[in-house]
């Protein structure tokens, strides 16, 4: 199979935070990729602006270590070719230095991205900085990164403020979850195939299970996490965008707003959660690691490494399918995946199986993405009937072939962006709307003086987490199966 590169129109790519982490992990290097296989056009430009005070051969400088470390096995001359891309400009987000010089490198006839790789507090002033300075043209888009406020109030007042300088058509709140090949291989096995949709309800599908762990801690970010929590940094956006793309109704067309329409209806449609059906949890030190209050520096810490919960969508398909949503730090495996648990047939024929698990549609994002699905087949050979499970697997890098690369979810939103194209993006309104549901949790632990449920760290998190299943009679998947 071979994948089809189209190119994009020519543009203009400033990069605020050129000089942080993001940008030399994943931006840059992704740019990278898409320049290599002839996506990024060669009059393609990108202009990196920061507070530091470096030339544009300081920034390419930087930019080729970047490249070097995370592209090690990059041609030399492949590097160089992009490299000369690159310009920079030393700017200052919240005064009056740089501007104009930014200006002066911007063509008037190529898209604009305004590409914001820095903290959320410099999001508004850079905005404005950009109106004032008068480089918003109608093929601008501006692109934020996650969080999108730390609450409702903060994520309006956001809002607001792009609202003032940007059209909300212009503006891009980028989730690298939703650039992920898995997440729109979804929609596809839903809407382009007649196999699953119909079968798509609350009458066929038992529960579905949203898993996104983590092996790491949160060491580098602690002081971010303390402020955040898992809830904030992890239910609010990625679990909540992979539930939306699940439960949603087909969209009219395969568009924008149409699609964003319909991850809406989700959200508004999600029952409050009640104290007894979610879970916090923090690990403990242990295997080989500080714990999460050493690592937030906080040794009476409240935050949560860990949350789950049982989420209700009310609405004539799910009415009695329960969502279970499970993300959390330092627990066995990295995995993200999507389950879908079908309801068994409602007479069985055949002795029963024991440690029968039925028929699940899984729907792997990381670490190997693809999609299985779990039948139930005669056991081969002689000696009766005897049923056994075996997985209908299609990993996406062996069923594809060699000669196709999973991009990395950046290469895709980016390019995305360039052709004006918001499907994978959320929209201001889904944002408060799922910030409206968020809160009420939050205020809740707030005023309580529980604290969250100490776990090992290399497991599968909170005793309790089990028991949210259990009380039901089902379980969770284990991490890493």
């Known amino acids: 199979m071979v994948s089809r590169v189209i190119p994009v129109a020519a543009f203009d790519l400033v990069l605020f935070g050129a000089t942080g982490d993001l940008a030399a992990r994943k931006i840059l290097p992704s740019l990278f990729h898409r320049f290599k296989i002839g996506q990024m056009p060669p009059e393609g430009r990108i202009i990196g602006a920061a507070r530091s005070a470096m030339d544009t051969a300081a920034f390419r400088a930087l930019a080729k270590s970047s490249l070097n470390s995370a592209v090690p096995k990059a041609a030399k001359s492949d590097i160089a070719a992009f490299l000369k891309l690159l310009d920079y400009v030393r700017i200052d987000a919240m005064g009056d230095a740089g501007w104009k010089t930014l200006a002066k490198k911007l063509r008037k006839d190529a898209v604009r991205v305004f590409y914001l790789s820095v903290g959320p507090t410099l999001f508004s002033p850079i905005a404005s900085g950009l109106k004032t300075a008068g480089l918003i043209t109608p093929e601008s888009r501006i692109v934020v990164e996650k969080p999108f406020g730390h609450d409702l109030a903060s994520a309006t007042a956001l809002n607001r403020d792009l609202g003032a300088c940007f059209k909300e058509s212009q503006i891009y709140r980028i989730d690298h979850y939703l650039g992920k090949e898995t997440v729109q291989n979804l929609m596809a096995l839903r809407f382009a195939n007649a196999l699953f949709e119909p079968l798509w309800n609350s009458q066929h599908i038992d529960h579905v299970q949203i898993t996104v762990a983590e092996s790491l801690g949160v060491a580098g970010r602690g002081e971010y996490y303390e402020r955040a929590g898992a809830l904030r940094d992890m239910v609010q956006n990625h679990l909540m965008q992979l539930l939306c793309l699940t439960a949603m109704e087909p969209p009219s067309r395969f568009e924008p707003n149409a699609v964003r329409d319909e991850k809406l209806k989700v959200i508004r449609a999600l029952d409050p959660v009640p104290p007894e059906r979610i879970v916090r949890g923090q690990y403990r030190k242990g295997n080989g690691g500080d714990s999460f209050a050493d690592e937030v520096g906080n040794p009476d810490s409240r935050s949560e490494s860990f949350v789950a919960m049982k989420v209700q969508v009310s609405n004539w398909r799910w009415a009695g399918t329960p969502f279970y949503l499970r993300t959390g ?17 409602p007479h069985s024929i055949f002795p029963a199986m024991e440690n029968r698990r039925g028929n699940a549609l899984i729907i792997r994002l990381q670490p190997d993405e693809g999609i299985t699905l779990r039948m139930t087949i005669k056991d081969p050979g002689p000696g009766g009937m005897r049923l056994t499970e075996v997985p209908l697997d299609m990993t996406f890098a062996e069923a594809l072939g060699a000669d196709i690369v999973m991009p990395d979810a950046y ?10 194209d918001q499907t994978l993006f959320m929209r201001g309104d889904e944002v408060e709307a799922a910030w409206e549901w968020i809160d009420p949790l939050t205020a809740a632990w707030a005023e309580s003086s529980e604290k969250p449920a100490p776990y090992d760290a290399g497991g599968s998190g909170p005793e309790d987490a089990l028991m949210l299943l259990h009380r039901d009679g089902r379980r969770w998947r284990e991490i890493g199966q």
């Not at 730090?329 to 047939?345: C, G, M, Q, T, Y």
């Not at 290469?411 to 004006?420: A, F, K, P, S, T």
């Open 329 to 345: 730090k330092k627990l066995r495996h990295r995995l993200s995946e999507i389950a879908i648990v079908f309801r068994d047939p």
């Open 411 to 420: 290469e895709r939103l980016i390019m995305d962006v360039v052709r004006g």
